[in-house]
């Protein structure tokens, strides 16, 4: 079968990532989690105390920057010009602040030639918000995973308190709330759903329940197109 792009977009706390790494992980293909590398950027972003309403430094950051995403026992780690933040971009405040950035245009444009490059050959799950509808328009298989805000913030919640970090629930539906409206409304690549991506609701369904139905919609495609 020839290798797939396989796109997993949806909005934040749908399960994107868990489910992209098992299909990733059962198919044989590299899992590629686009959200990692605004992640970074944001990290860095902080770091450097640029602004984040001001395009041009964000776009020249974006250009100058080094972020690699390698696979590693399963996973990803993330590398920022060779330092490992794979941890580190998954604080609070670094998920606020990549949200932002992701409204910039130009600094889109950069990460998507970036993202293009990485999985034009094939074999590649990639997650993020705008994979299939603007990353890869024509991808082999695009689903949209989605869930009520109530169980994305809730997952998101646990997601934190199991690393010790003091969050409050209804703060974290808030943002939720809050970043889905900056997800839909920005101007550059808002998330949308494709016309011809697949919507898988994850709010009452299994993890593993979902990645096998992924993979049986892949090896479906792939068959179709070997013929």
Partial sequence: MTPLIIAIDG??????STLARRVAEMMGYVYFDTGAMYRALALKALRRKTQFDAEDPLVALARETRMDLRPA???????LDGEDVT???RSPEVSQASSRIAVVPGVRQVLVAEQRRAGQQGGVVMEGRDIGS???PDADLKIFLTAS???RAERRWREHQQKGDSIDLARTLEEIHERDARDRERQSSPLVRAPDAVVVDSTAMDPEEAARLVVMLAK????RDAN
């Fill in 11 to 16: 909005p934040v706390g749908s399960g994107k």
């Fill in 73 to 79: 026992d399963g996973a990803q780690r993330v590398f």
């Fill in 87 to 89: 941890a580190a971009i």
């Fill in 134 to 136: 603007v990353v890869f």
């Fill in 149 to 151: 805000p109530e169980v």
């Fill in 220 to 223: 479906s495609q792939g068959a």
